[in-house]
């Protein structure tokens, strides 16, 4: 994402990254592990993986020219949220501490947490796709 923001895309880490999300979304995919309900978890993976597949091909396929590269920098951002989601979920499922807080929250209060996430996210994508939409890659 720091790349994203600085309009700087670091190969190295991308490559990483995408490789990661691809394998846990299809984790995901195959284990039922999850306390979500099963069209949840399914829908929620497969929104990975078909936006990890947008951005893939904005950069291997369309080498991130013109409209690509804002194209990529909101995928990117996409994922990542989708990746920070479930890693919260999974803090508050397994870490004890979280799982106290969690139930003694309210309802409301955990909506209100995800729709925070959500637009700190939409800042995030809107930024980077403007800050990453110029026309020369800058690549580490």
């Known amino acids: 994402m720091f790349g994203l923001l600085t309009g700087t895309l670091l190969e190295k880490y991308a490559v990483n990254f995408m ?3 691809l ?6 995919l195959l284990f ?3 306390r979500l309900l099963l069209t949840q978890r399914e829908e929620i993976s497969m929104l990975a993986v078909y936006v990890s ?12 020219v013109g409209v690509w590269r804002p194209t990529f920098a909101l995928s990117t951002t996409i994922v990542l949220y989708v990746s920070v ?6 803090a508050f499922r397994h870490v004890s501490l979280f ?10 209060l ?3 947490k995800h729709v925070a996430i959500m637009l700190v996210f939409v800042v995030l994508g ?10 020369t890659p800058h690549l580490l």
């Open 19 to 21: 490789r990661l999300t």
């Open 23 to 28: 394998v846990t979304s299809v984790i995901g």
């Open 32 to 34: 039922p592990f999850s």
């Open 53 to 64: 597949g947008v951005a893939i091909l904005a950069w291997r396929r369309f080498r991130l």
């Open 85 to 90: 989601l479930a890693a919260i979920a999974q």
């Open 99 to 108: 799982n106290a807080l969690a139930l003694a929250q309210f309802k409301s």
């Open 110 to 112: 955990i909506f209100i």
């Open 126 to 135: 809107a930024v980077a796709a403007m800050r990453f939409s110029s026309d």
